[in-house]
């Protein structure tokens, strides 16, 4: 069934235009679900939804997952009975009728203004690393994009005039971002590093790059932001993600409408955004100690 699986890994990425992790993760899901099908003698094309159902509870109760990765495989799922349909290879979608697990929202962890202000304020020096974390983070934090939409940066994708970020997100969609001032500052010294350490060398096209010139890789800057982080004092581990929950959290906090900041991370739906509509405790804390009757 190998060529089945490859042929709609093309299908996610070519027609349905999905991001390259999404590819990979419902391939992946799908593999598992052709070899659980092998392993019982049944031709996908012509399961039934009873025997899909088997196979969900079956990863729910034998694989331990919870109900994050099962609601992914289940949208996998759809997604390969969807192709199967439309390449006329099955007669009809035994996912028609799935209800996918409710999913419980999470109020995102962020870092508080306290934490931020650590790692904004913390000398550089002139290490290129650590030249290379400062911009990251004031850019991560002042965009509130994606780690690999910010690895995806070029020269080109920056307008330092008028402060704004040509980004391609999931699935290559294009929008515009806007930045501050003082991200584009810390830009600018890494740009002054690089130039340093790079001199006239060939190198690669994004803007951050690696010791040896080429494109920089996420763990890469994991590991880059995780130590600035440690030496700034931050008791949480940072990690790229973090600041694109804080700067969504101390947007909303500060009274942006979630319209703005959905059009800002690049969501689709709304539903996505309104996730980070929550009141920090700290807040709830000092509002009941200012007007609570009873001081």
């Not at 006329?88 to 934490?115: E, I, Q, S, W, Y």
């Not at 000398?123 to 939409?149: D, W």
């Not at 690895?151 to 008028?162: A, H, I, K, Y």
Request: with cysteine; net charge positive.
């Amino acid at each position: 069934m190998r060529p089945l699986a490859v042929d709609f890994s093309r299908y996610l990425g070519m027609e349905r235009g999905l991001a390259k992790n999404t590819c990979l993760a419902y391939s992946g899901d799908t593999e598992a679900f052709l070899i659980y099908c092998e392993g019982r003698k049944t031709d996908p094309a012509r399961a039934e939804a009873p025997f899909l159902e088997a196979y969900l509870w079956s990863l729910k109760k034998e694989k331990k997952l919870g109900p994050a990765s099962i609601y992914r495989k289940t949208e996998a799922l759809r997604a390969f009975y969807r192709y199967l349909r439309l390449e006329g290879k099955a007669a009809k979608d035994p996912t028609a009728n799935f209800r996918a697990p409710k999913l419980p929202r999470k109020v995102p962890r962020f870092l508080d203004r306290r934490d931020m202000e650590k790692l904004l304020s913390y000398p550089a020096g002139e290490a290129f690393a650590k030249v290379r974390a400062a911009a990251a983070i004031e850019l991560l934090y002042a965009s509130g994009i994606r780690v690999s939409e910010l690895l995806g940066l070029r020269l080109e994708s920056v307008n330092f005039q008028q402060g704004w970020l040509r980004v391609f997100g999931k699935g290559s969609k294009e929008r515009m971002v806007p930045v501050n001032a003082a991200a584009l500052s810390r830009l600018k010294d890494y740009l002054s590093s690089r130039q340093r350490k790079f001199g006239g060398q060939d190198v690669a096209d994004e803007l951050f790059l690696n010791r040896a010139g080429g494109r920089l890789s996420r763990v890469s800057m994991w590991k880059d932001i995780v130590t600035f982080g440690r030496e700034a004092g931050v008791e949480i581990k940072p990690h790229p993600h973090l600041f694109r929950h804080t700067f969504a959290s101390h947007l909303v906090q500060g009274g942006a409408d979630l319209r703005s900041v959905q059009e800002m991370l690049g969501h689709v739906s709304l539903n996505t955004t309104q996730i980070y509509a929550h009141i920090d405790k700290g807040d709830i804390k000092r509002a009941h100690e200012k007007y609570h009757p009873d001081k």
